[in-house]
């Protein structure tokens, strides 16, 4: 009988602390050896990795996929496509959204999200809440119950009408998350200010998708990212700021992070890779860039990455928002020249993230192999808490893995991903660095450049109230 179900020979692992030569053993999807030579023959299955690097599975703690929208428009990913297109990427656990619509329940919204997930992820998912209706119903009984059951991240919003919270209902959600030991991610930009800029330059004829960038200025960014820190601050509760796009937000959460405040903050690639510029497209090509907040510029690139390499940043996630360029359900749902105001905003990027980051920050040596493990594996899994289980490679942990090949150099193209969406905002654009094999609770899903695993065999985790979420002063650890 074989000691092991899969061995993982001669790589070079990568955690978020080392990084290190040695073998893997894999038992019943968990890994249960670490040594520096695992006898020959102790394992039905073995992989040779000499040359690559084994590295914790990607998760995508900022993700969505089949999420229900309200405006007509419809998500190209649904939980299959979505998750397979996330393996193929090298992720091998995503965070997606159940989200409450204004008035309704939002325990339905999260049976309802189960069911959309259910037999189609291919990958381990958890969910966020996000919580559009803090109701007596949903704070008194609702949001704690779910917190309790394994859903300890909500995201609010401070813009977008039907998801708004104003500054009175954001106190009341972070006062129940610091009771409850919940993490809040907050969408940061500032509404009136939106909607004011938004209303004149429709006065003014320019609804092209570029004045979409000059209605969502960073000031407005800025403001509401000094606001939700002020208001944190004032509950004496952490709190995660989402996709931050620039210098100006940075600012503010560099300056909250050195009061000792318990700030953290996520990026995502189309703030490094992106820039305005890339909604001046001819004709209506730009809404294929339209996302909030939007990219800025060449020097707000850099401060990002600054940011990635001295710490402001924890989480590099990326906001897959997929909608479909041509096409009434997606980018053009209304019409191919329709006002910026109407474009369903996101854009994809699940299968990428990795790569991306990878070839431009470890490549480039902007960050380190280590810094790169934390921002796309370990840290989103200890902020949104199912680490050590998912995050790391270590006795006992999920045997998540992608073996990565750091030389093999790949053109990204739409047609080599695995969305369910037209296009990509990075096609064309080269990259070193791709996941050779992945491996899903030590079963290979990932082979050859294609999808490997079973259907639908993702499962569900329910997530510990994570120690990041505990206020100041609270913290036993
Ligand atoms: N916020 C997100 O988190 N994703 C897509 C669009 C948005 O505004
Ligand atoms: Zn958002
Ligand atoms: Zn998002």
């Known amino acids: 009988m074989s000691d092991f179900d899969l061995v993982i020979r001669n790589g070079k692992v990568a955690t978020a602390a080392d990084v290190f030569s040695c073998d893997l053993g894999i038992v019943d999807g968990r890994i249960v050896a670490m040594a520096e030579g695992i006898a020959l023959g102790a394992s039905r299955h073995e992989i040779d990795a000499a040359g690559k690097l084994v590295l914790p599975g990607g998760v995508d703690a900022h993700c969505h996929f089949d999420q229900p929208t309200g405006d007509g428009s419809q998500m190209a990913d649904d939980f299959r496509s979505g998750t397979v297109?996330?393996?193929?990427?090298?992720?091998?656990?995503?965070?997606?959204?159940?989200?409450q619509v204004k008035g309704a329940s939002l325990r339905a919204a999260v049976e309802d999200y189960h069911r959309r997930a259910e037999g189609k992820a291919v990958i381990d998912y958890a969910f966020h809440l996000i919580v559009s209706d803090p109701s007596d119903q949903v704070l008194g009984q609702e949001l704690p119950a779910l917190i309790r059951d394994g859903y300890t991240s909500f995201k609010i919003y401070m813009t977008y009408d039907d998801l708004k919270l104003d500054d009175r209902q954001i106190l009341d959600v972070l006062a129940l998350a610091r009771r409850d030991g919940a993490m809040a991610m907050i969408h940061a930009e500032n509404s009136d200010c939106i909607a004011w800029l938004t209303e004149k330059l429709e006065l003014a004829g320019q609804t092209a998708p570029h004045f979409h960038a000059l209605s969502r200025p960073q000031i407005a960014e800025r403001e509401a990212t000094h606001r939700v820190i002020s208001l944190a601050e004032l509950v004496d509760v952490p709190i995660l700021i989402v996709h931050v796009s620039g210098r100006e937000a940075i600012e503010q959460i560099r300056w909250a992070q050195g009061r000792g405040l318990r700030v953290y903050a996520e990026t995502c690639p189309q703030y490094l890779f992106l820039t305005a510029e890339d909604l001046h497209l001819d004709g209506f090509e730009g809404a294929k860039c339209i996302?909030?907040?939007?990219?800025?510029?060449?020097?707000?690139?850099?401060?990002?990455?600054?940011?990635?390499?001295?710490?402001?940043?924890?989480?590099?996630?990326?906001?897959?928002?997929?909608?479909?360029?041509?096409?009434?359900?997606?980018?053009?749902?209304?019409?191919?020249?329709?006002?910026f105001r109407h474009v369903p905003n996101g854009i994809p990027g699940v299968e990428t993230r990795l790569a991306l980051l990878f070839s431009e920050g470890v490549g480039k040596g902007r960050i380190t192999l280590t810094r790169f493990v934390e921002l796309t594996s370990a840290n989103p899994a200890r902020i949104y808490g199912l680490y050590p289980r998912k995050g790391t490679i270590a006795?006992?942990?999920?045997?998540?893995?992608?073996?990565?090949?750091?030389?093999?150099?790949?053109?990204?193209?739409?047609?080599?991903?695995?969305?369910?969406?037209?296009?990509?905002?990075?096609?064309?654009?080269?990259?070193?660095?791709?996941?050779?094999?992945?491996?899903?609770?030590?079963?290979?899903?990932?082979?050859?450049?294609?999808?490997?695993?079973?259907?639908?065999?993702?499962?569900?985790?329910?997530?510990?109230s994570p120690v990041p979420a505990r206020p100041k002063g609270r913290s036993e650890e």
């Open 85 to 99: 297109s996330a393996a193929c990427g090298g992720t091998t656990t995503v965070i997606p959204f159940a989200c």
């Open 395 to 464: 006795i006992g942990a999920d045997a998540d893995l992608a073996i990565w090949d750091p030389e093999r150099e790949v053109t990204i193209t739409n047609g080599m991903l695995h969305h369910n969406v037209d296009y990509t905002p990075y096609e064309g654009r080269k990259v070193k660095g791709w996941p050779e094999t992945v491996i899903s609770r030590g079963e290979i899903i990932v082979e050859g450049g294609g999808f490997a695993g079973g259907a639908g065999r993702g499962r569900f985790l329910k997530c510990d």
């Open 291 to 339: 996302c909030s907040p939007p990219p800025r510029d060449a020097a707000n690139q850099e401060a990002v990455w600054d940011g990635l390499e001295n710490g402001v940043f924890q989480v590099f996630s990326s906001d897959h928002a997929p909608f479909r360029f041509k096409d009434p359900k997606g980018k053009m749902l209304r019409g191919a020249e329709a006002p």
